[in-house]
């Protein structure tokens, strides 16, 4: 059983649209995490989630929005795509500051 | 500057070498993670620790905290070993990551 999913693997999409990244853990963490890697291979946090407390990094653009309908999920929300987007979205989990299990990752592409 | 520094950031070595990744960071911390991401692009906790020493087969992790420091060694060095090591802390009380810019290594046969 995969511990922490995520869909799409790829996702290929215009300027301007609206897409949506999911994450599932079935390990009952109570922490989920929104990590973006960049075209350097940098890592960086975007979001964590701990049992409904919502954690911002202030640079992210309010374009970026999670959403946890429970606590098994953090989707990934993000409205009108820039080119600057473009890059792969981990989403992790933990048992609040154990070790942190990643997803598979997302590679978002905007033309 | 970034609150954790890694080096090297390119290694290359033999098969069979002993390989040496070093990590320092300039934030007060309760433990230290380092991950490796495969080629492929998926990302594995391999060790977290708050001092001392951990051994989880041909990989050893040490922590100094007093001088804000980590290394990551692997003996015997094989070429499924090469991968990206990444250094990273949490920043503050809770649980999210900052991370060094990882050390891409290279095993040749």
């Known amino acids: 059983d995969t511990a922490v999913s995520q869909t799409p693997k790829y996702l290929v999409t215009q300027m301007g649209n609206d897409k949506s990244i999911k994450c599932e853990q079935n390990?009952?963490?109570?922490?989920m995490y929104w990590y973006k890697q960049d075209s350097k291979k940098f890592l960086k946090i975007m979001f964590s989630y701990n049992n409904k407390e919502l954690i911002i990094n202030e640079t992210v653009p309010n374009r970026f929005s999670p959403k946890s309908p429970d606590k098994a999920h953090l989707n990934l929300h993000i409205n009108s795509l820039e080119l600057g987007d473009s890059a792969v979205y981990f989403c992790?989990?933990?048992?609040?500051?154990?070790?942190?299990?990643f997803g598979p990752g997302t590679r978002l592409t905007v033309l | 500057k970034n609150e954790v520094e890694q080096s090297p950031q390119n290694l290359t070595a033999q098969e069979g070498e002993f390989i040496t990744i070093n990590c320092s960071y300039s934030?007060?911390?309760?433990?230290l993670h380092w991950l490796q991401q495969h080629p492929g692009g998926g990302i594995v906790s391999l060790f977290m620790l708050s001092s001392g020493k951990k051994k989880h087969g041909r990989l050893i992790a040490t922590i100094n905290i007093q001088e804000k420091h980590s290394s990551l060694h692997i003996t015997a060095s094989h070429p499924r070993d090469s991968a990206v090591y990444i250094c990273?802390?949490?920043?503050?009380?809770?649980?999210?990551?900052?991370f060094g810019e990882g050390t891409q290594l290279t095993v040749n046969p």
């Open positions: 390990l009952g963490h109570d922490t």
């Open positions: 934030v007060g911390i309760s433990a």
């Open positions: 990273a802390v949490p920043p503050d009380r809770g649980s999210r990551l900052t």
């Open positions: 992790a989990s933990s048992q609040l500051a154990d070790t942190q299990y």
